[in-house]
């Protein structure tokens, strides 16, 4: 289990990056660390200890180019996947950053496949891909980067309906996490809904990590843990995580073995007991 209170006790805070407008990050299974930028439609990717490695994108519309692009998933250490919002597809990229595939269905003539505006993607065990679709307010699964499959949590879901999907995250064992404002919205692997938390706890969350057994969400000032079965741990505020920087808002959070990664819409703190 984590411990944003153990953590903060050995602390040894250093910060890295320079940016325009941040919207995420994530770590992939060896360190490296991945931002995305959104004004200068972009991500870039740094090694364990902050040094920059590359930067991809440009805005545009072709392979190696974004418009304003919000999330970024690089959890299997093989892909890279980004949400280009205004362009409204999903592109895919190797571990390189060499590209590899865009997925884009707006136009399409299936309801089930057509996605606009997505929020977030991510790859389930299975290979699986799962959109974050805020313009249907919904989830969409594909096979094979190509095939949609399935719609989740869309009009006809019951207490499974999604509102405005912000970031989505799969656990170990395939469950799928939706963050959205207010709460935390949580699918099987099959897209049946079991729960929802955070409600009486969250009220402007803007990011989210899955790690190991626990929930991390950001939430302007401070960082917010919860249990995988939604128990509220620990709140902590930014300012007591970062004492220099405490007019800040942490827009994204991630974590690594003993790095806590907090994303400002400027740099990355990294909050470590190393």
Known sequence: MFSLLALLIAALPFRFGIFEKAT?????????????????????KFSPSGDSLATVGSMGWGNLQFDAPVDIWVRNGLDIIV???????????????????????????????????????????????????????????????????????????????????????????????????????????????????GQDILTNATGFTVFEDDVLVAQKSEIILFSLDGNHLETIPFSQLVSDDDSADV?????????LYLLTSETVYVITNE
Do not use: C, M
């Open 24 to 44: 995420a990050i994530a770590v992939d299974n060896v360190g490296n660390v991945f931002v995305v930028d959104k004004a200068k439609h972009s991500f870039t």
């Open 83 to 197: 949400a280009d919002y205004n362009n409204h597809r999903i592109e895919r990229f190797n571990r390189k950053e060499n590209y590899i595939a865009t997925l884009f269905t707006r136009d399409d003539e299936s309801s089930i496949a057509r996605f606009g505006y997505p929020a977030s993607a991510a790859l389930n065990s299975r290979g699986e891909l799962f959109v974050a679709d805020r313009e249907n307010k919904r989830l969409i699964k594909f096979s094979n980067f190509e095939k949609a499959e399935q719609s989740i949590g869309g009009f006809d879901a019951g207490k499974g309906k999604l509102r405005f999907p912000l970031q989505l995250e799969i656990d170990s064992t395939d469950r799928i996490f939706v963050l959205e404002k207010n709460r935390i919205v949580v699918f099987d692997s099959f897209g049946n809904y079991l729960s929802v938390f």
């Open 251 to 259: 827009i994204d959070v991630a974590a690594w073995k003993n790095k």
